[in-house]
Structure formats: structure tokens, C-alpha cells
């Protein structure tokens, strides 16, 4: 039996797809389930205020096609950031979080992803670390009650770059609902920015690491970075998050145009699980 599930960043998938197809892709190129991604765009911010019917349909589509969307990735909390001083932003923020947790419990999806910005388009100051925690604290008590799990992503800036940081905030709010989501090229760049080890950091987030994006990244490069033209040691990473019972992996690249994207998103799969068997 299988010991572990790999998924698929939504946005690796060509954009105009529907969700049937894009499930089936994502089947056809062996994967478990899907990450659904909330961006900052209004189209795919729209989602999360679908009909009950859109999303009944949508779950019928996961079961006719044997493949579900099990995670989803909130980066529109990028644009509109929790700990924002501007409050008409920080609002938005809020109400993106909470309706996504709640399009999250219909859906049947189990984690829902947070990016670890305080702010991401302005300075971080002691004001917007002390309204991310509170706003956090109170996204937190939304998924207990809808029983969904917020997993924070380690991400580029200072704010929140290595598991050793998140884990601050881990430990400050203290719920089962709220755990880290570590992300392979982030902390790897992180790693090589503050001369520390990426395995060492990613052990401090044992029994509180929910899933582990695996994506490549380059020196100051974060995204975009096709599979095996990186520096992240996949290998290394994979095996220390195997070790502290990390179970749940998605492949994260995005479809930028290339005529291979599909290939690409093949050939993640085929790579990582050719890593992921050997742990079992």
C-alpha cells in the first residue's frame, strides 16, 4: 500500500481548462489529488463565492473523474495580506481567508494554505506582525470549527522564509489547527541566504508539518524554475520530511506558456516519486 500522496499545484495545469479536465490531466500524469490555488485575480477569487450547486457540481466532477481537490493554496492573501495597516486591504484579506476555509469544507478539502507574509507590498513593522497574529488567531478558530487545517507556507521574505520562524507563531496560538507547510525552494534559499542547514530547520516543524510543497528554485530565484535545473536537494529534503511524518507532497510549477507544460508537469510527478518510493 501506498504510504503517501502527491498533488498538483493547480496553476501547473493550462489555465483554460475546466476542472474536469484539468482533474484528469493531473490523473493522467499520476497524480493523487489536486491543489486548488485562490489567487489574487478576481476571476479565481470569485470561487470562493460559488453557489452551493457549483460546488455540489464540482464535487461530482472529483468522483466521476476518481481524482479530488484535497488541498488549496490562498496566495491571494499575498495582495491583500492580513497584517496590511491598510485596513479596506486587510478586510479583504480577512474575508478571502474565512470564505475559503468555508469553500474548503464543502469541497471536502483537509488543508487549506496560507502564505506567510505579515505584508508582502509595504514594510514590516512591529503593527503588521502584531495584526497577522491577530488575524491568524481568528482564521484559526474558523477552521477548528469548520474542521479544517491552516498550514502556513514558508515563503521569499524575511518575515517568514525558514520552518524556525513560522513555528514562533505555531507555538504562540497552540492549536491542532494550525501547523506549517514548508516549502522546498523557499527554505533552501533561505538556507543559502543565512548559512544554516535546510534539513536542520525543516526538523524544527516535527509533528506540526502538514504537507511539504516541492518546488525548485535558484540563488534569489523563487519561482518559475523548471524541475532539475535548480539547486534544491529534493533527496535531502524529501528524506528529513519523510522522517518527521510528513506524508503529503505537491509538486508546485506553473504553466507560463511553454508548448511542454503538460510534459513538465509529468515529468515532477515521475522525478519526486521517484525520491517519495524510496522512503516507503
Not at 485575480?41 to 455540489?56: A, G, V
Not at 474565512?98 to 505584508?119: H, K, N, Q, W
Request: charged fraction near 30%; glycine fraction near 8%.
Amino acid at each position: 500500500m501506498q504510504r503517501y500522496k502527491i498533488g498538483l499545484y493547480e496553476k501547473a495545469i493550462r489555465g483554460t481548462l475546466t476542472w474536469k479536465e484539468k482533474l484528469l490531466c493531473a490523473k493522467e500524469c499520476g497524480y493523487d489529488y489536486v491543489e486548488m490555488c485562490i489567487d489574487a485575480s478576481e476571476e479565481k477569487i470569485q470561487w470562493i463565492y460559488r453557489s452551493s450547486e457549483e460546488r455540489k457540481n464540482l464535487v461530482d466532477t472529483m468522483y466521476e473523474t476518481g481524482i479530488p481537490i484535497r488541498s488549496m493554496s490562498v496566495s491571494a492573501l499575498t495582495k491583500f495580506a492580513l497584517g496590511d495597516p491598510d485596513e479596506t486591504k486587510r478586510s479583504r484579506g480577512k474575508e478571502i481567508m474565512e470564505e475559503s476555509i468555508l469553500l474548503a469544507s464543502d469541497l471536502g478539502i483537509r488543508t487549506v494554505m496560507i502564505p506567510g507574509y505579515d505584508i508582502y507590498y509595504g514594510e514590516s513593522t512591529v503593527e503588521t506582525k502584531q495584526l497577522f497574529l491577530k488575524n491568524l488567531r481568528e482564521g484559526t478558530e474558523i477552521a477548528a470549527r469548520e474542521g479544517v487545517v491552516l498550514g502556513m507556507e514558508t515563503m521569499e521574505n524575511d518575515f517568514m522564509n525558514t520552518v524556525e520562524k513560522g513555528m514562533k507563531y505555531v507555538r504562540i496560538i497552540r492549536s491542532p489547527y494550525l501547523n506549517m507547510y514548508p516549502d522546498s525552494g523557499n527554505v533552501t534559499n533561505a538556507a543559502e541566504l543565512h548559512h544554516h542547514d535546510v534539513c536542520e530547520d525543516i526538523s524544527l516543524g516535527r509533528g506540526s508539518m502538514i504537507s511539504l510543497h516541492l518546488k525548485e528554485s535558484k540563488t534569489g530565484i523563487f519561482r518559475e524554475v523548471p524541475f532539475g535545473t535548480g539547486h534544491v536537494e529534493f533527496e535531502r529534503i524529501i528524506k528529513e520530511a519523510w522522517k518527521n511524518g510528513i506524508r503529503r507532497y505537491v509538486t508546485e510549477l506553473w504553466d507560463v506558456g511553454q508548448d511542454t507544460w503538460k510534459e513538465d508537469i509529468c515529468f515532477a510527478n515521475s522525478s519526486m516519486r521517484a525520491i517519495l518510493d524510496k522512503q516507503q
